[in-house]
């Protein structure tokens, strides 16, 4: 019978509340094993539509996430470690508001860069490891 890892927040006192979805560190116990998400973009409808508006892409990246994760037996609570690479400061508070949907009370470590993305048209990308 496998257990299920720990996973505890690491948050020293000596830094800034940590807001939003993330904790400054995680320590992982008992992981039998650890999954790394590729970076998802937003293609996948069956089109192959990347849509216009950032939430929507958002929305589509994290479903893409989340769709690696299950293939793998895990889910959003199983996340350590997310990083997302927006190709703008403007989309921070869109992106901080569907990620909270995603994660609800969950929070791995996050790192956020703003950054030129590979296509034009990719407003974003997500990359994550987890545990199980």
């Not at 690479?85 to 909270?100: D, H, T, V």
């Amino acid at each position: 019978m496998r257990t299920e890892p720990t996973i505890t927040p690491l948050n020293p006192a000596i830094l800034p509340a940590a807001t939003g979805n993330y904790t400054h560190g995680v320590e992982v116990t008992g992981a039998g094993r650890m999954v790394f998400v590729s970076g998802q973009v937003p293609w996948g409808d069956d089109q192959g539509r990347i849509p216009d508006d950032f939430e929507d892409q958002c929305r589509m990246v994290w479903r893409n996430v989340l769709a690696v994760l299950a293939e793998a037996g895990l889910g959003v609570r199983n996340l350590v470690k997310v990083t997302t690479y927006l190709s703008g400061r403007q989309y921070r508070a869109a992106n901080s508001k569907i990620r909270e949907e995603v994660l609800g009370d969950h929070a791995p470590a996050l790192t956020i860069i703003i950054c030129d993305i590979y296509a034009e048209e990719w407003l974003l990308e997500i990359e994550a490891i987890a545990v199980g």
